[in-house]
Structure formats: C-alpha cells, structure tokens
C-alpha cells in the first residue's frame, strides 16, 4: 500500500514553513504522495452545497493559497514525493496556460506530477473567475483533458471543440512522464465512473467521512461499474490507479449509527482497515493529518508512520503489492 496526505492550503499551519515542514516530513518517512486542494476565491455567503460535510457547509472561512504555488514550491524542496492536485477544478483556468503549467512543474520536478481533476461544486467561484458555464462544467472537463493530452504529446497541434480552438500552435517542452503526467478523476458518482474510463489514468474518490462513508463494499460495487465502463471503452482496468482520500472531515460522527467510521480508532483497527481495502483493490490511501498547527500536524503523521505503517508492512494481498 502506498499512502499520500494532505498540504494545508488556507488557516494559519499555510505558510511556507508549514507547507515545507509537512512535506519534507512525510518525505523523510516514506510517504509516497503530497496533495493539494484547489479554491481560488471564496463567496461572502454561498448557497452551493458543500458535498463533503453533513451540513453542506464548507469549512473554509475564505484563505486559500493557490494549488500550483504550493506544488511549485514543495517540488523545489523535496525529490521523491509525488505532487498531487487533488484535486484541480479544471474549468477554472484557461486549458492551455494549465497544460503549460502541468508540463513546466513534471519538467522541473523530475516527473512527480500527478493531475488529479474535478469538475468542481461552488457555483459562486465559477461566476467570480468567469469560468465557463457551472451547469456544463463535466463537458467542459471533458474538453479540457483532451486539449492537455493533445498538447502534452503533440507539435504543433490544433484543436476545434465545443468550448475551446486553437490552430497551429507549439506548447513545448512536453512534460517528461510519458506519455504525460497521469491524470487521476475525482469523485464517485456514475459521471466522474465514465470520465474515469474514458479519460483517467486513476479514480481518486473520497471517502470515510460521515456525508461520504465510502466503505469497502460500497467501493466494490462501484469498482465493478468502473471496470465494466472501462473495458466498454476499449481500455485496460488493471492499469488504473485506485487512490482513496479519508480526510477525515466530522471526526466526531460515525458512517451508521453506532457503526465505526473507516480509518478510525487505535492502530490495528486502522491497519485492518487499510488491509480491507487493500484487498479490494485500492493501491493508494491518502489522509488527513493538519491539525491546528505544524507541530500537530507533524506529530499525527509521525504517529501514524510508526504505529500503524509497520502494522501493515507486507501483509497486504498480492494484488495491491503489483503497484
């Protein structure tokens, strides 16, 4: 199994020190991913509902350091962990200055990169960077992918869709993963399955959280929809890349009543959870260790690389080994 966790983006641990003592931190105990969330701005009220929390409200309070900006940054200051947007909401930012950025960061990070994507969820953001209309924004997404794997690998290119043309045009240097950075899909609904096996090099949905319990059975159900609309897509399931996020968001409240929450309690609880899902494909777990400050932030990490990693060591099923 291979585990990620989370950057701070906005509070007070979104600092350079913060971001960079976190980073280098999970580096140095063998962390395989570094993620990064994405808002840009943050309406003074909003009546977008937040999936991710049971109230449907977000918690951010308006403070948000840009994704690329901390990606550029960590990439300069470490040399083995992968630089996950996770995930980036494509139709925010102008597809072609985005595949430049994409390729610039896997060049000068010696290919860490990892594009994980959304179509995003706060209406309000999308009306303040004049991005393309919310209610389209899964086509949007979709163009979007094909115009960066279009210039990621192609020059000169030209591109006619829906939403975007370019002619003739020259983006270089390509990014050095190839064929290009992988691109992981977030979310777990029927759309983000299909963008997955049509686009994806990787689902990354999220779950283990009271508005989104995700448990393994769950997961199952819908790995087995996303294999069937991958192989209907003439595209081999086995090469995806199953990455799991538990934020952990609603500490305090359980998936069913009187149920455990996934990834909860003591160590060996935690490390048969990560075993459960090991077993039914999953490749990568990514958690949430902020907490109030960097040292919080850092000793939860720590413990979590002490007590429960060992744990798990190789015991794990032979599927989840291959990755």
């Known amino acids: 199994m291979r585990y990620g966790f989370y950057l701070p983006t906005r509070g007070p641990t979104a600092t350079r020190d913060g971001v960079l003592a976190l980073a280098r931190e999970g580096e140095r105990l063998g962390l395989h991913s570094a993620m990064v969330a994405d808002h840009i701005v943050f309406p003074v009220k909003s009546e977008s509902a937040y999936p991710y929390t049971v109230d449907r409200k977000h918690p951010g309070g308006g403070d948000a350091l840009e994704t690329f900006s901390i990606l550029g940054v960590v990439a300069g200051a470490t040399e083995r962990l992968r630089l996950v947007s996770s995930v980036l909401v494509l139709p925010y930012r102008n597809p072609v200055l985005t595949a430049k950025m994409v390729a610039s960061l896997d060049v000068l990070s010696?290919?860490?990169?990892?594009?994980?994507?959304?179509?995003?969820?706060?209406?309000?953001?999308?009306?303040?960077?004049?991005?393309?209309?919310?209610?389209?924004?899964?086509?949007?997404?979709?163009?979007?992918?094909?115009?960066?794997k279009q210039l990621w690998t192609r020059s000169p290119a030209s591109f006619t869709g829906q939403f975007y043309n370019y002619a003739d045009i020259r983006c270089e240097p390509f990014p050095q993963q190839k064929p290009h950075p992988p691109i992981w899909v977030g979310g777990h609904s029927h759309a983000a399955l299909r963008r997955t096996a049509r686009h994806g090099d990787g689902w990354h949905p999220v779950g283990a959280i009271a508005a989104s319990p995700l448990p393994p059975e769950e997961m199952v159900m819908h790995l087995e929809t996303l294999k069937r609309l991958t192989e209907a897509e003439g595209r081999d399931f086995g090469a995806l890349t199953i990455s799991y996020k538990a934020p952990l968001y609603d500490t305090g409240i359980p998936d069913r009543e009187?149920?455990?929450?996934?990834?909860?309690?003591?160590?060996?609880?935690?490390?048969?959870?990560?075993?459960?899902?090991?077993?039914?494909?999953?490749h990568e777990l990514i958690f949430d260790f902020r907490g109030e400050s960097t040292a919080q932030s850092i000793e939860r990490l720590q413990r979590f690389a002490a007590e429960v990693m060992p744990l798990v060591g190789n015991s794990l099923p032979e599927r989840s080994r291959k990755r």
Do not use: C, H, N, Y
């Open 258 to 282: 009187g149920a455990r929450r996934s990834f909860s309690g003591g160590a060996p609880e935690i490390a048969d959870d990560i075993r459960s899902f090991a077993a039914i494909g999953v």
């Open 110 to 148: 010696g290919g860490r990169v990892t594009l994980g994507v959304g179509v995003g969820w706060l209406k309000e953001e999308f009306e303040a960077l004049d991005s393309p209309d919310f209610d389209k924004r899964g086509a949007v997404t979709d163009e979007w992918i094909a115009i960066f």
